[in-house]
Structures are given as C-alpha cells and as structure tokens.
C-alpha cells in the first residue's frame, strides 16, 4: 500500500492563481481531511469528508474547496491564492478501527508558498 | 464549535527524567482524545488515544490520563530519550466523526543530554 499520497510535494503560487492540491488513499478508509500548518498554530482543519459525495467545513474553510467524487481521493482547491495560504498542507484519512481508535493517516505534506 | 488548549509551547527535560503535557478541550460532547508526535519534517503520527469512557490508558513509557469533569487530559513520557524529541500535539473529537478532529498548538519538546 502506499498510503496517503499527496502532489505536489512543493508549488509557488502568485497571488489570484488557482490551483488544486491532490490527495490519494489506497486503504479504502471512509474518512478524509485537509489540515494546513503554520508555526506556533499547530493543524488547523479547513474541510472533511465522511464519504463519497459527503463533505463540510473545519475551522479555516475560507478560500478553499473540496469534493469527494471516490472514496480514494480528496482534492483541495484553492480559489484565489493569497499570501496567508502560505503554509504546509496536509491530508489525512482514517476510518472506524477496531478498538476504537480513529487513527488519522496523514500524507507527506505539500509545501505552498503563495507570493 | 470544539476548542483545544495546548500547554506549555516548549518544553525542555533533561534525558531519563520526565514530561508532562496538558490540553483542554471545550466542547462536553468529546469523547475521543489522541495525541501526535511529529519529528522534524515528517508527518504527525499517532502515539497514544484515549476514549472518554477511560481515565487513564499507558503504553510502555507513555500514558495518557483524562479527567471529563475538568475537560482536560494530560500526556506523560517518563524516562525521556533523545529520541521523543518533537513537536507533540493533542487533539479531540467526537468518537462518531473521526475525521473531524481537532488540534492543539503543539509542545515542542526537547531532551537535554
């Protein structure tokens, strides 16, 4: 299994471009979930998703969308990229674990700088 | 909505000796707290979870304990190494929406040798 996989590992953005970050999971789990990381504000959960076809909003949903089309992938758009989306982006998936743990499988990160 | 407090920011120990780190969290309705260790440049991993239907939960030289009163739950790391230098962050959700899960700040703690 590769896991969690995420393109591009880095991107450089001018201001008002658009772009979509990719995530991947080969571990058929049901849940999914973009975080962005910044210094001192630990991760902050901008959407999620339940399911194929079901999303909703995290803390930070401002500037970004997502849509659930398989249960494999989970792409993050960016609108209209400002500088204060310059951050670490992570995805993340989980599912319903035996023993109750909802263990959140995250990818390697992708690196955005927005100038 | 849900709101977690993380503290403190940074934390150094000296090796074999011990780390506490604490979190609150907001929203009565939580019932599932795990907490991630990152290393430099890595992804977060999970470490240790606790449901709120248990005070306290160990896992070879780190333990979790939970008071629900309170809405506060703690990590231990006992007998530190150089290797559990990292950034360690909380986290709480409710148990039925595992994917909306949400973060402390984050400790970033070191081992002095």
């Known amino acids: 299994n590769a896991g969690v996989t995420q393109t591009p590992k880095f991107q450089v953005l001018k201001t008002g471009q658009s772009m979509t970050l990719q995530c991947a999971q080969d571990?058929?789990?049901?849940?999914m979930s973009w975080y962005r990381q910044d210094p001192g504000m630990g991760l902050r959960l901008i959407h999620y998703?339940?399911?194929?076809?079901?999303?909703d909003q995290g803390e930070v949903p401002n500037g970004y969308n997502v849509s659930r089309s398989t249960t494999e992938d989970f792409p993050l758009r960016l609108l209209s990229a400002a500088p204060s989306q310059t951050s670490v982006y992570f995805c993340?998936?989980?599912?319903?674990?035996?023993?109750?743990?909802?263990?959140?499988?995250f990818g390697p990160g992708t690196r955005l700088t927005v100038t | 909505g849900e709101n977690v407090e993380q503290h403190p920011s940074t934390l150094s120990v000296q090796e074999g000796d011990s780390a506490v780190i604490k979190c609150t969290y907001s929203?009565?309705?939580?019932?599932?707290f795990p907490w991630y260790k990152q290393e430099l440049g890595k992804r977060p991993q999970l470490i240790i979870d606790?449901?709120?239907?248990?005070g306290e939960k160990k896992d070879q030289r780190i333990a979790v304990t939970l008071n629900k009163t309170a809405k506060h739950f703690s990590l231990h790391i006992t007998e530190t190494q150089p290797e559990d230098s990292a950034v360690y962050f909380c986290?709480?959700?409710?148990?039925?929406?595992?994917?909306?899960?949400?973060f402390g700040s984050g400790t970033r703690l070191s081992i002095r040798p």
């Open positions: 993340a998936s989980s599912y319903s674990g035996q023993g109750g743990s909802y263990e959140q499988y």
């Open positions: 571990m058929n789990h049901e849940y």
């Open positions: 998703s339940v399911g194929a076809g079901i999303t």
């Open positions: 929203d009565s309705a939580s019932n599932y």
């Open positions: 606790i449901r709120s239907n248990v």
């Open positions: 986290a709480a959700s409710l148990y039925s929406s595992a994917s909306k899960i949400i």
